[in-house]
């Protein structure tokens, strides 16, 4: 008798451990233009600057003579601050280079690191407080709903054993 012969399908190029070798990956450096924003001390500046402005523009007008009524022009206002000074990306990002790539990765300013760990510090405590009290309610529920159903199954217990259908399985079953 012969024994039945299986056929096994060639491996081919598969994963063979110890010989296959995996490229580096191969990823771009992140490219952006900084956005800066205005300080509260740059904010506070330039509103001073604006009320000067206004102040030496209604003593002007107070000490010129005209003749006719006085009209207001209307003021256009517009978005502050109007100049943005330009700090080098030499002083803005810092950056590392990664031992085995040899890439250079920019480290996040300080205001970015902290906004990140308040947003993340937020957000885990309004899931553990979250968490907490659903506990509490589920718990509180869960023995309000044990004690309907104790109640509920008695009182059909009782009633299968009034039957006298439960009296005759009682009697053969013994």
Known sequence: ???????IPSLGPMFIPGRVSFDLPVVSPASHDPILIPTKEQMESVLEEEKVEESEESEDNSSS?????????????????????TVPSEEVLS??????LGMEMA????EVITTSVVAAGTASLITVAGGMATQTVDNDLKKIFKKIFTKVLK???????????SEEHKNQSK
């Open 65 to 85: 003579k005209e003749i006719g009524p006085k009209v207001k022009t209307p003021q256009v206002q517009t978005p502050l601050p109007t100049t943005i000074e």
């Open 95 to 100: 950056t590392f280079t990664i031992p085995l």
């Open 155 to 165: 009182k059909d217990v009782k009633a299968l054993q009034k039957t006298p259908d």
């Open 107 to 110: 480290i996040p300013t300080p």
């Open 1 to 7: 008798m012969d024994k039945p012969s299986i056929a």
